[in-house]
C-alpha cells in the first residue's frame, strides 16, 4: 500500500512564501509522475501542479505559473511544492498524488490513483 505523507503547509502572510514535502512509501517512486493539487473550502479539488518521473519536465495551472515550483529527488522519494509569492486565493489544503493509469500531461483527479492526507496553506491579506 502506498503512502503519501504532505508536510510544511502553515499561516503565512500574501507575499511570503512555503515550501511544501511530500514523502512517499515504497520502492517504485521514481516509476510514477507525481502531482500537487489543492482544495479550498467550498471549491472543487484543482490541478496545481506535475513533474515527470524523472523530473524533466513540469506542467502549472496558469493561477501558479511563475510564482510555485515543483521539483522531486528520487533517492529520498520526496516530491516538493516551492511557492513565492503567495496570494489570498492561494489558501487551501494541498494534496499530494501518484500517477494512476493515465499518460502525460496528468492534470484531472482520476488521472491519480493515490492521494496524501493533505496539509493547510493558509495566506493572510
Known amino acids: 500500500q502506498v503512502q503519501l505523507v504532505e508536510s510544511g503547509g502553515g499561516l503565512v502572510q500574501a507575499g511570503g512564501s512555503l515550501r511544501l514535502s511530500c514523502a512517499a512509501s515504497?520502492?517504485?517512486?521514481?516509476?510514477?509522475?507525481m502531482g500537487w493539487f489543492r482544495q479550498a473550502p467550498g471549491k472543487e479539488r484543482e490541478f496545481v501542479a506535475t513533474?515527470?518521473?524523472?523530473?524533466?519536465?513540469?506542467d502549472y495551472a496558469d493561477s501558479v505559473k511563475g510564482r510555485f515550483t515543483i521539483s522531486r529527488d528520487n533517492a529520498k522519494n520526496t516530491v516538493y511544492l516551492q511557492m513565492i509569492s503567495l496570494k489570498y486565493e492561494d489558501t487551501a489544503v494541498y494534496y499530494c498524488?501518484?500517477?494512476?493509469?493515465?499518460?502525460?500531461?496528468?492534470?484531472?483527479?482520476?488521472?491519480?490513483?493515490?492521494w496524501g492526507q493533505g496539509t493547510q496553506v493558509t495566506v493572510s491579506s
Open positions: 498524488a501518484r500517477q494512476g493509469g493515465s499518460n502525460w500531461p496528468l492534470r484531472r483527479v482520476y488521472d491519480y490513483e493515490y
Open positions: 515504497g520502492r517504485t517512486f521514481s516509476y510514477y509522475v
Open positions: 513533474i515527470t518521473k524523472d523530473g524533466r519536465y513540469t
